[in-house]
């Protein structure tokens, strides 16, 4: 059991639970074609066996980062308060950022491809700061679309100057 | 409408001038090394340095700037045309630069600030001294007026309108058509201005040499000595020659932008003038500060020296001072703590002590920094201190926060500590409280944003 900061009352909102079969599918595409690579390289170079270690090991690791990736998802929560925007996320190390709406200098919707093909996107604010990142993935297109907006008109009827 | 107004004829001159001496000594090495050869060389040279003077005089020609209904615009370029607009509501700071040419001529480079993290912000270069000096004294004045009147009609309309709302068709007009500069109009005498600090150059020299880049310099020095003696053969340190230069560099620039350092107080704002060769004139604007750090080294302790920096929102557009980022504008560049606290009491109503140390089980994670770690805070501001062998201590006032963030690494976890962060505008400033106990970080996170609404509510009335 680890401590939640802030009050317990916050309603935390949750990325879509497709976000997790994109970072999945993600790490697949990243742990196939590597571990291919290295068992053939491995393989010729040395015993086939030695090859087939070496992409085994691979997958292994690759199964890992999945696990690792399950648990950051699991982590990610974000909560509209009435004046402010909460972020949290990590597993390692935690954080969990308040935004004034007011603060927020824009706010941009992307979206790769893999996020794209399961109808993902990531909605990120920018304020002033450079230190301060808000973002928030895998929310569906449509969700994403609706929380810019919101944001974006909460953001002009309390906007504070610099 | 108001009048479109050209740079000094000079500007071209000025704007090219580190390139042109380049250029020249080029050419004449050149000229030298050829001096036998053919004359074709020396053509194709001059042809090169034609073509830039050229197209110094051609952007020369093209560029043209107005200020009008509270905006002053810059048009420049001759392929690419490029028509730029600064809101003078939005300007943070206006500098008056002098390279070491332009003082020669007596002109001076007009440089805007805009809150904008990478943007170039508007530069007027050159116009003649007096000129820049009034024309930045008019901008202000219209930026400033802009600024109220957005706040006013905000607090009418009983809603935080940001004075950035306020649009080209803002009520400016009345003060516009006066605000160009030129022999026609009005120029208001300088107002007094009280010196709050002037830097000695004596310990501004002892403190460069205590400082890091110095205590480099001087290692590298000794070093070099050193291998001369041992090996008696000087011409092994050539190839670190290069080096050397480096850190000589940085030691002199670091002296030369601080030497002379003045701080003033204006109606308008802290004025800050400091250089030695290249001066350097900035206005920082009233509530434009977004936090105030004091740093004090280790040997500048022994002296009870220290160093006052403030942070204003937008880049620092110095290309000199790109290297060195992190470093922000320094109010006192060596100081005694009497002066600090003084400049502290002027940027700043009753800033409070970082009381608060760190709680115990932190100096197991902290073993270096525990006795630096502390913080404090008021309805205003918030003070945090941290730093292992030199302590810095920043304030950031509360209604300039724009986001604040609840760090807890695997260490920390174990601990039971949290650390909170508070950023302000601009690069990379934040305030870390540092490892404290969860309890403690989970309150302040539920405290801050509101006293930081408060405080920027309160702001927006005032």
């Known amino acids: 059991m680890t401590a939640e900061p802030g009050d317990a009352e916050i309603r935390w909102q949750r990325p879509s639970r497709l976000l997790l079969r994109a970072r999945r599918i993600q790490t697949a595409l990243v742990t196939v074609p590597v571990a291919l690579a290295g068992g053939i390289i491995a393989g010729t170079a040395g015993s086939a066996g030695l090859g087939l270690g070496i992409g085994l090991g691979l997958v292994v690791v690759g199964l890992l980062c999945e696990r690792f990736f399950a648990r950051r998802v699991a982590a990610w929560g974000y909560a509209e308060r009435r004046d402010d925007l909460m972020v949290k996320r990590g597993v390692m190390v935690r954080r969990q950022s308040v935004i004034p709406y007011g603060r927020m200098q824009f706010i941009d919707v992307t979206a790769g491809p893999v996020e794209r093909s399961l109808g993902l996107a990531t909605v990120r604010m920018h304020t002033a700061a450079a230190a301060s990142d808000a973002r928030i993935p895998g929310l569906d297109k449509a969700d994403a679309a609706k929380l810019r907006d919101q944001l974006a008109s909460l953001g002009e009827s309390q906007a504070a100057g610099l | 409408m108001a009048a479109w107004h050209r740079l000094h004829p000079l500007s071209p001159l000025i704007r090219t001038g580190r390139h042109l001496v380049a250029l020249g000594i080029l050419v004449l090495l050149l000229i030298f090394a050829n001096h036998s050869g053919n004359n074709d060389d020396f053509i194709s040279d001059s042809v090169v340095v034609g073509i830039v ?278 109010l006192i560049p060596v100081g005694s703590r009497a002066d600090a606290d003084r400049m502290l009491g002027e940027l700043l109503t009753n800033p409070p002590r970082p009381t608060h140390p760190a709680p115990a089980g932190a100096r197991v994670k902290t073993l270096l920094s525990y006795h630096f770690l502390a913080w404090a805070d008021d309805d205003r501001y918030v003070v945090a201190s941290r730093g292992r062998i030199c302590r810095k201590t920043t304030w950031v006032p509360l209604e300039k926060v724009q986001s604040i963030r609840w760090v807890q690494g695997p260490w920390q976890r174990r601990l039971g500590l949290a650390t909170i962060r508070l950023d302000v505008a601009g690069r990379r400033v934040t305030a870390s409280v540092q490892d404290r106990s969860v309890a403690e970080a989970d309150q302040l996170l539920g405290q801050l944003p509101d006293l930081a609404r408060a405080a920027r509510a309160r702001d927006v009335v005032s």
């Open chain 2, 53 to 330: 003077l050229i197209a110094g005089v051609i952007s020369w020609l093209v560029t043209r700037w107005q200020v009008a209904d509270g905006v002053l615009r810059i048009e420049t370029g001759l392929i690419r045309r490029q028509s730029l607009r600064f809101p003078l509501s939005q300007v943070q700071a206006i500098d008056v630069v002098q390279t070491g040419l332009a003082r020669v001529f007596g002109l001076a480079e007009l440089r805007l600030r805009m809150a904008g993290a990478d943007s170039s912000g508007g530069r007027l270069a050159c116009l003649p001294l007096a000129d820049a000096e009034r024309l930045r004294e008019q901008l202000l004045a219209m930026g400033h007026a802009a600024g109220q009147r957005g706040a006013a009609r905000g607090a009418q309309a009983d809603a935080m309108v940001p004075s950035g709302a306020v649009g080209p068709a803002g009520a400016v007009g009345a003060v516009g058509p006066d605000g160009a500069p030129g022999p026609a109009s009005a120029a208001a005498p300088p107002r007094p201005e009280r010196v709050l600090f002037r830097v000695q150059s004596e310990r501004l020299a002892g403190a460069i040499i205590l400082s890091r880049p110095g205590a480099y310099a001087g290692t590298a020095i000794a070093v070099v000595i050193l291998v001369i003696v041992l090996t008696g053969k000087p011409g092994i340190i050539v190839p670190f020659l290069v080096f050397g230069f480096g850190i000589v560099t940085s030691v002199w620039r670091q002296f030369n932008t601080e030497f002379g350092t003045v701080v003033a107080e204006a109606p308008d704002g802290l004025r800050l003038r400091s250089g030695l060769i290249q001066t350097a004139a900035e206005t920082i604007r009233p509530g434009r500060v977004q936090a105030v750090r004091l740093v004090e080294p280790l040997l500048w302790r022994l002296f009870g020296w220290c160093r006052l920096e403030v942070d204003v929102a937008g880049p620092r557009q110095r290309r000199e001072n790109r290297s060195e980022g992190q470093r922000l504008r320094a």
